[in-house]
């Protein structure tokens, strides 16, 4: 039996990536929020018979007490095959860039980028006791363009995806293999379902292209690119 860590597991890419690991029959899923409810709203939209390999971690993930946390809670459990990591918010508006204040800066920045450090930092040593182990981080396409009146969304993208590129160069053939998953382009989920457009990325989709990812499955999904340890889903 496989066992996977999903940081984030009560949003819209997080449960699915729930539901899609855990149709696979050998792996049980620790799943973190920092919200006890809706972790126990995702348990109550799993099948009757999944909800056995679902077990909920309330935490925060993102900061470095509680990712310590998590990862003592995880190795007193037996330990994990992989983690993933979805964590801050999604699109976020600023305004211009030079008008937001330090204390808007430090937070955001916090969220969006120093909440993955924080989280890498702790898992990445536990899975290095295993061989087959793998790290992946969800990104943003951000990353890839600057974003007039959301800066920080595409200086937290750029910075995480650098960070997944340093690890995986500095921990080279060791354990874990580090991957992110770039989305690069606009998300269908509960929140855009009445507006979104048919060529944007449902949040079921990437769940699954999360889930293929970590188990070494074959992509289901057709405009994929790989850039070293970024891996990208684009729109259709």
Not at 109 to 132: D, G, N, Q
Not at 181 to 209: C, M, Q, Y
Request: proline fraction near 6%; glycine fraction near 10%; include cysteine.
């Amino acid at each position: 039996m496989r066992a996977v860590l999903v940081a984030g597991a009560a949003g819209g890419v997080g449960e699915h990536a729930v539901r899609a690991l855990l149709a696979t029959a050998d792996v049980t899923v620790f799943a973190t929020s920092r919200s006890a409810e809706r972790l126990e709203a995702v348990c109550e939209r799993l099948a009757p018979e999944l909800r056995a390999r679902f077990v909920p971690i309330v935490g925060d993930a993102g900061d470095f007490g509680g990712a310590q946390e998590i990862a003592g809670s995880i190795e007193a459990q037996g330990g994990i095959d992989a983690a993933v990591a979805i964590l801050g918010r999604g699109w976020w508006t600023s305004g211009p860039l030079l008008e937001l204040t330090p204390e808007t800066w430090n937070a955001i920045l916090h969220e969006m980028l120093t909440s993955h450090f924080a989280f890498a930092r702790a898992i990445v040593p536990l899975l290095a006791k295993r061989p087959e182990s793998v790290y992946l981080a969800i990104g943003g396409g951000a990353a890839f363009q600057p974003s007039p009146d959301a800066g920080l969304v595409s200086i937290a993208a750029a910075g995480q995806a650098m960070l997944t590129r340093v690890v995986a160069r500095e921990r080279g053939a060791s354990p874990p293999r580090i991957v992110e998953l770039v989305i690069d382009g606009p998300l269908n989920t509960n929140e855009s379902r009445a507006f979104a457009k048919a060529h944007w990325i449902r949040d079921d989709e990437a769940g699954r292209v999360v889930a293929d990812l970590v188990l070494g499955a074959a992509p289901r999904w057709e405009a994929l690119r790989v850039d070293g340890p970024l891996v990208v889903m684009n729109e259709r």
